[in-house]
């Protein structure tokens, strides 16, 4: 009895892990942050968020606004995906990233949407607005500003920080 939930998470975990196309996941991750750069927005993927949860896109923009882009891939990908709804807490705006032949249809009507590839993106739906308090948005933007920092050493000295 003790080890089926275990083989349910297991199971579930596999099923995430196979729902995602990561090369199909990269393209769209490139093509939206070349958007994200063309409408003033600077952006990092796999950020770790205060609840644990980790976006595949934190974007900031120059006035403080705070973006969360999920990335789907496959329709797979977005039904196995339970923990979306987590990431309102941590933007004033979440989107989703999908390549163009994804039937954006299935997507909640209330989040933006962008559309990419490995070149470019297009926002075809803007995001409801619900701005973040004052305290949560230094928070992540210090979060942001860390791990970028982190990012960029590793770049120039790949055993920093390693201590």
């Not at 990431?87 to 032949?101: G, N």
């Not at 297009?122 to 979060?143: C, D, F, M, N, Y």
């Not at 942001?144 to 120039?156: D, I, N, P, S």
């Amino acid at each position: 009895m003790t080890d089926a939930p275990s083989s349910a998470m297991n199971n579930t975990a596999t099923t995430e892990v196979a729902a995602r196309d990561d090369a199909r996941a990269r393209a769209i991750l490139r093509g939206t942050q070349r958007l994200l750069r063309s409408l003033n927005f600077e952006s990092l993927s796999e950020v770790s968020l205060g609840n644990g949860r980790r976006a595949d896109v934190l974007a900031l923009a120059r006035d403080g606004t705070v973006w969360i882009v999920e990335i789907k891939s496959s329709i797979a990908d977005f039904r196995a995906d339970r923990k979306w709804h987590e990431y309102r807490d941590y933007c004033d705006a979440l989107l989703f990233a999908v390549a163009p032949d994804f039937p954006s249809e299935i997507l909640p009507g209330d989040t933006g949407l962008i559309l990419a590839d490995a070149y470019a993106g297009e926002l075809v739906r803007e995001a409801p607005q619900h701005p973040i308090g004052t305290a949560r948005r230094k928070a992540l933007t210090l979060s942001f500003a860390r791990t970028a920092a982190m990012r960029l050493l590793t770049q120039v000295d790949p055993g920093a920080g390693m201590e």
